[in-house]
């Protein structure tokens, strides 16, 4: 199972601080950091949001792969942004694009993910749709074959810390129990990944897990971080 440590800050020096960090945590199979990117608006949490300060660092960073959290309104918007900066995974809402599309009636949700893949897939740069807790794993299913793995949040979009919520492994088993050409789907978990729920979250099937507090809290990030890929 992968491991992903999520940074949630407020400033580029934090985002900038924890890549360094995270950095130093990996072994060759596993080098991936998530930066999660909140507008305030889709969110109740604002955070750090200049790609064009990413872009130097991570090109520097040649053993670390950055994914990016979108939970932001309009993500199509910032996808060219975000790829200049190096991103190699997108993760975009399907909330958000559902709410995009009721806005605009000439565009509905296939042709605004379509537009986003589009982007991403001459740069070699996977596409991942996020659920919310809220939202039923069903409505995903007519988009399974148009991306490369969804991300289930196990609390809602923004702040990081929040409890983890239980009933997203039901959501893992059902992804897990697909067959045909959505056999393969990767799952990745978000959201209150602690030793307990991430040992839980294999359980259901769960490819990836994202964490933040639990690695970023601990008085010894790579400590924690090695703890979870043991499981």
Same mark, same amino acid.
């Given at each position: 199972? &992968?491991?992903v $440590?999520?940074?949630?800050?407020?400033n580029? /020096?934090?985002?900038k601080?924890?890549? &360094?960090?995270a950095?130093?945590f990996?072994s060759?199979?596993?080098?991936?950091? &998530?930066i999660?990117?909140?507008?305030?608006?889709f969110t109740?949490w604002?955070?750090?949001n200049?790609?064009? /300060?990413l872009?130097?660092?991570?090109s520097k960073?040649?053993?670390?792969?950055i !994914?990016v959290?979108l939970? +932001?309104?309009n993500?199509? !918007?910032?996808?060219d *942004?975000?790829l200049?900066?190096?991103a190699k995974?997108i993760i975009?809402?399907f909330?958000?694009?559902?709410?995009?599309a009721?806005?605009? $009636?000439?565009?509905?949700?296939?042709?605004i993910?379509?537009?986003i893949?589009e982007?991403?897939?001459?740069?070699?740069?996977?596409?991942g749709?996020?659920?919310?807790?809220?939202?039923?794993?069903?409505e995903?299913?007519?988009?399974l074959?148009?991306i490369?793995?969804?991300?289930?949040?196990? +609390?809602?979009p923004?702040?990081?810390?929040?409890?983890?919520q239980e009933?997203?492994?039901?959501?893992?088993k059902?992804l897990?129990?697909l067959?045909? !050409?959505?056999? *393969?789907i990767? +799952?990745?978990?978000?959201?209150?990944v602690n030793l307990?729920?991430?040992?839980?979250?294999? /359980?259901?099937?769960?490819?990836i897990?994202?964490a933040?507090s639990?690695?970023?809290?601990? &008085?010894?990030?790579?400590?924690?971080? *090695?703890?979870?890929?043991k499981?």
């Amino acid at each position: 199972m &992968q491991i992903v $440590p999520a940074i949630n800050c407020g400033n580029f /020096e934090c985002v900038k601080e924890k890549l &360094q960090k995270a950095a130093k945590f990996f072994s060759p199979a596993n080098r991936w950091a &998530q930066i999660d990117i909140a507008d305030g608006k889709f969110t109740n949490w604002k955070t750090w949001n200049n790609p064009s /300060e990413l872009s130097d660092v991570s090109s520097k960073m040649s053993n670390v792969n950055i !994914e990016v959290h979108l939970m +932001v309104e309009n993500p199509q !918007e910032a996808i060219d *942004d975000w790829l200049d900066a190096g991103a190699k995974r997108i993760i975009v809402h399907f909330e958000a694009l559902v709410k995009t599309a009721e806005k605009n $009636p000439l565009n509905d949700f296939s042709d605004i993910l379509n537009f986003i893949l589009e982007k991403c897939e001459p740069k070699n740069v996977e596409v991942g749709l996020a659920l919310a807790p809220k939202t039923p794993v069903e409505e995903l299913i007519p988009y399974l074959n148009k991306i490369s793995f969804i991300q289930i949040l196990a +609390v809602e979009p923004g702040l990081a810390g929040q409890k983890f919520q239980e009933k997203i492994f039901d959501k893992i088993k059902f992804l897990k129990s697909l067959d045909g !050409e959505y056999a *393969d789907i990767a +799952v990745e978990v978000d959201g209150g990944v602690n030793l307990e729920t991430a040992k839980l979250c294999k /359980e259901a099937g769960a490819d990836i897990l994202a964490a933040a507090s639990y690695i970023w809290e601990n &008085q010894n990030p790579k400590a924690a971080f *090695d703890e979870l890929a043991k499981i």
